[in-house]
């Protein structure tokens, strides 16, 4: 379907559970956040009838993220149902990867087409600051194990002055003799990332260039679900991407929608926009129902986000990991 300002909608983010593994300092407090009682999250049921919903108003591609996804009980049979559903064509995973090798059997046997894995630095110390967590091996292993398994994989990381500026040319290099693809994605000042200061995609793009040779735009065949810019860079078998939302806004292209942990369809990630939908589900209505609500919120989508603005009216005051990235 389109907005009311005519962008086709086509995607969706499912955060399926607040809760997650590690603690990100620009993602989550230290002792995390109190997470939501389960009887307020959506059942995985419930996420499919959304998602059936979601498919009858044109959307093909459904990403499934959190907290960390691979937390929630029975995400490979998640997996499958929205497989199932008669215009879903990709069902694919942002995650950290902790637990990725020990589920990749079951995941890939219901479907899923691939995974996003959030690593920002290769070395042990700085892993461990970043995430509270040292479990940089595990991360590295997920790699390793998804692309043994055959799924698309692209690594995502988010460079932060004085946590990660070291690691980003060793990350970039997991492209080069990797089939897969790594994206830097800019901070956006959500929740604990506003207090730390993002090293902006063109920065990063020179130094990339200056270790690596100049990069050429790729024009192929699209790579991913939406704003992100890929590059080639001699040599390397895998692409380079930046996801630039805060210098180089995209909202004209957006593409997306997201639905909260318990229901909420999110219209924008700035703002708090939307419809909640879990008492609706929860009373028995069904896709045609849901979708009729779905099309109503969608067509006042907000034209675009404000990050670095003034006018704080409507803001949305969740973390990110509570609304899925
Ligand atoms: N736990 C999973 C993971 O880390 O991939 C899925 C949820 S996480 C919220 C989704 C993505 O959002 C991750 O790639 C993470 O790096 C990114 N993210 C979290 N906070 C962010 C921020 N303030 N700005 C930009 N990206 C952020
Ligand atoms: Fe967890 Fe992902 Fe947030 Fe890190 S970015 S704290 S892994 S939800």
Redesign the pocket.
């Known amino acids: 379907m389109t907005d009311g300002t005519g962008r086709i909608i086509d995607y969706l983010r499912v955060?399926v559970t607040d809760r997650?593994n590690?603690r990100?300092v620009?993602?989550m407090p230290p002792r995390g956040v109190e997470p939501v009682p389960h009887r307020e999250m959506l059942t995985l049921e419930e996420i499919g009838t959304i998602c059936g919903a979601a498919a009858r108003l044109g959307v093909t591609r459904v990403k499934l993220?959190?907290?960390?996804?691979l937390v929630r009980k029975g995400c490979p049979r998640l997996v499958e149902m929205l497989k199932a559903i008669p215009g879903i064509r990709e069902v694919t995973m942002?995650?950290?990867g902790i637990l990725l090798p020990r589920m990749l059997g079951e995941l890939t046997a219901a479907g899923l087409d691939g995974v996003?894995?959030?690593l920002?630095t290769l070395d042990p110390v700085r892993y461990k600051a970043l995430t509270r967590y040292p479990l940089e091996g595990d991360a590295r292993e997920a790699i390793h194990a998804a692309l043994g398994a055959g799924l698309r994989v692209k690594v995502?990381?988010?460079p932060i002055r004085e946590h990660n500026d070291r690691d980003l040319e060793e990350l970039a290099a997991l492209a080069r003799d990797r089939q897969l693809d790594v994206r830097f994605?800019?901070?956006?000042?959500?929740?604990?990332?506003?207090a730390l200061t993002p090293i902006p995609g063109e920065e990063v793009r020179q130094r990339l260039e200056a270790a690596f040779g100049p990069m050429e735009p790729y024009q192929g065949v699209p790579r991913g679900n939406g704003p992100a810019v890929y590059y080639s860079l001699p040599g390397f078998t895998g692409k380079i991407g930046f996801i630039s939302?805060v210098s180089h806004r995209f909202c004209g292209d957006c593409n997306r929608v997201r639905l909260t942990s318990t229901g909420f369809l999110k219209l924008c990630l700035h703002y708090s926009d939307g419809v909640p939908l879990r008492e609706l589900v929860r009373s028995g209505a069904g896709e045609e129902e849901l979708a009729r609500v779905m099309a109503k919120a969608i067509r006042d989508k907000p034209l675009h986000h404000d990050f670095g603005g003034k006018e704080s009216a409507g803001w949305d005051r969740h973390i990110?990991?509570q609304?899925?990235?």
């Open positions: 955060s997650c590690l990100c620009y993602c993220t959190g907290g960390e996804p942002t995650t950290n996003n894995i959030s920002d995502n990381c988010v994605i800019e901070l956006m000042p959500v929740g604990m990332g506003a939302a990110m990991s609304i899925g990235g």
